[in-house]
């Protein structure tokens, strides 16, 4: 292949991608609920008497506390939750779609069975959801939420163990790697990688494309090591079935290869010099073939380059398809292959998924014309295949004769502001890839005029309903204000707006004159256009700021307006046309709040592409101070490609209503939803079940609040009251267990989250073998943790052999205090192992002093066998002879007495002194009998004449010795002659 030097021009858009990059990594870990601060009313620990085993008991735990999971929605006492989502869902007019799927894990045995994730995987290709995992068991007519225990929703890539169904690894976008062995019940982490886009499965390997390198699994994802690391981050990987071959490509093009599961690696290809390099979306080798590779590598722009590349040497040298789908611009983004039929494979991109039945040397439309990131083909069956895209997830039978949308009931669409009127009957939203969409049933159903009502450039943007005439709504993006009088059903093109215009997508473009609601306000990049005749003529105000972000009006005063914008705030005067700079920082703002009751009070959000704040003026504006400090306003990164973003700023939204007579401002973040009832002295965390972490935008209308998120679509809050909104209990019911409240069974199963109303409650937990209760009371905003003590077994020591009263003692390691008792010594315990030991008394002793004891879901009972101690007592003479009874000195008295205590058994027992006699005896011991000793050493006695037979022996000697004195001389005597 050949290689060209990169452009400038390249060289300086990479590097605009990587500083989008970095700034996505000083994200905080998303928390997708109740991040941030948590007021209530009460702080502290309550713990209250519950009944287990018919004995009052401090065991169940009820206990106000930032509990920061992530909690899997359950069936409550009446089965409500504070948030309800209403889409939008079943986009009718686009085969019934909904939101962006980038990750899927199916059940190859029953593909029923399905996971699927709302992130941006695979390879960056953006944008990227934050709605979470959803699973289904019948195929796709319904899904349910299972990311419980997840501290971030954006999720990236699924895989599902096939030996083992239930056990399925998930990758987050900042949140890392995260295990379930329960089919999404519970999550635990396992890894901290940011931005894992693709795992790949093969024999016992797991490999996962990271910031941080490729990372490897031998024990699915239980554990992981980094193999391969570089300088820049890894997108994409793909391993052979055995899993000892596998393929990886970094950010700058490397392509390396792996022939021993990942132990080494090695570059194969280099993509780094081509020209107009963009990004390697995905990398995968025929998993039966480790020599085949396909490379999806395409420009920055979408251009004409080659996207498609094919090596058949084991990534050395490749081929390309330059014009394979006959349409330029197009770019491949995935490849699967057919596990029955060899040479048929499947090639998705954005706007289009073809098939080869020749090895990919030839294409065949699959006619799907959405943003498709992922394929699956269906190892088991072929020709069903899987497309996940920014549209929803779909499915085939026959090669794309018919698709049929699987993911149209869930609520995962990614909206960058919302518009309500009427209670919410009317509802209009600004969504990614649909441009406007609109309701006008409560959310029920859902349409779009895109494409049919001609060009809408871009996508997104922002959406008002005019407040008095409520089939007045206003669309503007990239440039173009269309505006429908009939609520969104038909548009015009309407306004001086030029392509130049970068537009805008902030949800407070928008104002109206509340005393002259004919007079409409937008503001743009090059100024504040005002209309006069309901939004059909704009024109410019003459002096009005540059770089505006947020328009609002004086609400005590209209011949005011306040403009939020990329260097402060402005505040103009719309009688003189004058305009003068506010006393906020000389920073970008991007949200702007005013209080309805005193123009004084002024909010506005900052941030961009930096971790944000709230300022607070009480002086109309002169001066700001920070009330958000306490709260976690981190960048949140949303948008298109890689490279492009429609939000780049933590605070989204924020608005001043009136709920119950309290004023209230709610503000919208990147990280949560917030409101606060004192001009933001404090804060609560309003985000009770709402998934997405990342909200866009706020509404009000009718005494309803609603919100839009960045995957998870509109949600509403019926009634909202910020003087009875409810409390929250959270936690994690044991398998077979029941729990009610107030006397009514909660319909619960695992972890759970319950939203009740202020007031006292009663919680009965009836569990195996036992019953819990507790009394408390919730109040508004409040949290309590549910803690269930684990369950607690009796383990029994019982004695023998003691007389009746004799005190004994147990310990037990670890665990506090000894007990004591006539018969028995009784602890409760949790399941685990335990060491104890028997103590021993001064007349008694135990066979075994030492006990080790396992707890596991039953009562355990110990015997103890005391026997009392045997006495080896005695006189010994002379008193200071040395005694040892087997072996260990005995101390005597002066007198010449002894008292031993000892144990059954057989002792030896000796004494000796000089000059005299050794002393030895050997005997048996049973317990409690004694044995007494009378030691009198004899004296060694030394004769005064020898022996007859001593004699004789002495006479012998003599005459040895006598003998060998002449042999001697003789022989002297001779060598001297010589």
């Known amino acids: 292949m050949t290689f060209k030097s990169e452009s400038g021009r390249n060289r300086l858009k990479k590097r605009c991608i990587i500083l ?191 910031y941080d390198g490729v990372a490897v699994s031998s024990n699915f994802g239980s554990t992981w090591h980094v193999s391969l690391k570089t300088s820049v981050p890894f997108f994409a990987v793909s391993a052979t079935f055995n899993g000892t071959a596998a393929y990886s490509v970094d950010w700058e093009g490397n392509v390396y290869f792996t022939s021993n599961s990942g132990n080494t690696w090695k570059v194969v290809s280099d993509f780094s010099s081509f020209a107009n390099v963009g990004l390697a979306w995905s990398i995968n080798v025929v998993p039966w073939n480790e020599t085949e590779v396909y490379l999806a590598y ?97 499915v085939t039978g026959n090669l794309g004769a018919n698709w049929m949308c699987l993911s149209g009931s869930l609520n995962v669409s990614m909206l960058m502001g919302v518009a309500a009127a009427n209670g919410g009957s009317e509802l209009q939203v600004p969504i990614q890839d649909y441009s406007s969409l609109y309701s006008l049933n409560y959310g029920r159903t859902w349409q779009t005029n895109y494409p049919s009502e001609g060009n809408w450039p871009g996508e997104g943007g922002s959406v008002a309903i005019n407040p008095e005439n409520s089939t007045l709504v206003y669309f503007f993006t990239s440039g173009v204000l269309k505006l429908s009088n009939t609520s969104g059903q038909s548009w015009i093109t309407v306004g001086p707006f030029t392509p130049t215009d970068p537009g805008i997508y902030y949800p407070q473009g928008f104002a109206t004159d509340s005393k002259n609601p004919n007079t409409v306000y937008l503001a743009t990049e090059t100024g504040l256009f005002v209309s006069n005749n309901w939004g059909y003529n704009w024109t410019i105000m003459n002096g009005s700021p540059k770089g505006e972000t947020a328009v609002a009006l004086d609400p005590v005063n209209n011949s005011k307006v306040f403009v939020a914008t990329s260097t402060g705030l402005f505040l103009g005067n719309l009688k003189s046309g004058s305009w003068t700079r506010d006393g906020a920082p000389l920073i970008h703002l991007d949200s702007i709040a ?135 209990i959270v936690g994690d019911l044991p398998t077979n267990s029941t729990m009610l409240i107030n006397g009514l069974t909660a319909s619960i199963n695992g972890s759970f989250e319950i939203f009740l109303p202020p007031g006292k409650y009663n919680l009965t937990l009836k569990l195996p073998g036992r019953e819990l209760a507790v009394n408390f009371t919730l109040s508004s905003f409040e949290k309590y943790e549910v ?129 005299f006699k050794t002393y030895y005896s050997n005997f048996t011991l049973n317990p409690g009998v004694d044995k007494n000793l009378a030691i009198d050493l004899k004296t060694v006695s030394i004769p005064s004449s020898f022996p007859i037979s001593d004699i004789a022996v002495i006479a012998v000697i003599a005459v040895v010795l006598l003998a060998i004195a002449a042999v001697s001389t003789v022989v002297v005597l001779r060598t001297r002659k010589r």
Not at 333 to 357: C, E, I, K, M, W
């Open 787 to 915: 803690i269930v003590p684990p369950q607690k077994y009796v383990v029994v020591f019982t004695e023998s052999g003691l007389p009746s009263g004799t005190t004994w003692y147990v310990n037990g390691t670890g665990i506090s205090g000894q007990g004591d008792s006539p018969t028995n010594i009784t602890f409760m315990l949790t399941n685990g192992a335990y060491t104890f030991t028997i103590t021993n008394l001064s007349s008694y002793y135990t066979t075994t002093s030492h006990f080790n004891v396992a707890v596991n879901g039953n009562n355990v009972t110990e015997s103890a066998n005391f026997l009392h101690y045997a006495y080896i007592t005695g006189t010994l003479s002379p008193s200071n002879a040395a005694l040892t009874i087997n072996g260990k000195s005995i101390s005597v008295s002066s007198s010449g007495h002894f008292n031993v205590s000892v144990a059954n058994g057989t002792y030896h027992v000796v004494a000796s002194q000089s000059g």
């Open 298 to 394: 395409s420009d920055l722009n979408d251009g004409n380059m080659p996207t498609l590349w094919k090596s058949t040497d084991g990534g050395k040298n490749w081929a390309n398809y330059t014009d394979f789908t006959s349409n330029s611009g197009l770019v491949a983004r995935s490849v699967a292959f057919d596990y029955q039929n060899h040479s048929t494979l499947y090639l998705t991109g954005q706007g289009f998924a073809y098939v080869s039945h020749n090895g990919g040397s030839s294409f065949t439309t699959m006619s799907l014309g959405t943003d498709n990131r992922l394929v699956w083909s269906d190892p088991l069956n072929g020709s069903k295949v899987f497309i996940g895209s920014d549209q929803g997830l779909f």
């Open 20 to 210: 989008i990059i970095l700034f996505a990594l000083i994200i905080s870990v998303y928390q997708p609920n109740n991040v941030g601060p948590w007021k209530g009313t009460h702080q502290n620990s309550v713990i209250a008497d519950a009944q287990m085993n018919g004995h009052d008991s401090p065991d169940l735990l009820v206990s106000s506390t930032n509990f920061l999971a992530n909690l899997t929605y359950s069936q409550g006492i009446n089965g409500n939750y504070p948030w309800t989502p209403l889409g939008p869902n079943n986009i009718y007019n686009f085969i019934n779609s909904s939101g962006k799927i980038s990750s899927l894990a199916v059940d190859w045995s029953n593909p029923n069975i399905m996971f699927l994730g709302s992130g941006y995987g695979p390879s960056f290709s953006g944008p990227g959801g934050s709605g979470g995992i959803y699973k289904t068991v019948n195929g796709g007519n319904s899904w349910h939420p299972v990311d419980y225990g997840l501290n971030c929703t954006i999720i990236d890539s699924l895989v599902m163990n096939q030996s083992d169904p239930n056990m399925l690894l998930a990758s987050t976008f900042t949140g890392g790697v995260y295990k379930t062995v329960d089919g999404g019940i519970h999550w635990f982490k396992t890894a901290p990688f940011l931005m894992g886009f693709d795992f790949s499965v093969g024999g016992n390997e797991v490999y996962l494309p990271t």
């Open 594 to 728: 005013v209080d309805p009751e005193n123009d004084s009070i002024i909010f506005v959000g900052t941030g961009y592409f930096s971790s944000g704040s709230i300022l607070r003026s009480m002086d109309g504006g002169q001066t700001f101070n920070n009330v958000g400090g306490s709260l976690n306003l981190s960048i949140g990164i949303m948008g298109g490609e890689a490279y492009t973003s429609y939000y780049q700023f933590p605070v989204t939204d924020m608005i001043f209503t009136n709920y119950a007579g309290t004023m209230a401002l709610v503000v919208s973040t990147s990280n949560g939803l917030y409101i606060s009832t004192d001009n933001g002295v404090n804060w609560n965390n309003l985000q009770f079940n709402i998934v997405s972490s990342i909200v866009t935008g706020i509404a009000s209308s009718g005494g309803n609040l609603f919100v839009s998120t960045w995957g998870e679509g509109v949600l509403e809050y019926r009634g909202f009251n910020t003087t009875a909104a409810p409390g929250q």
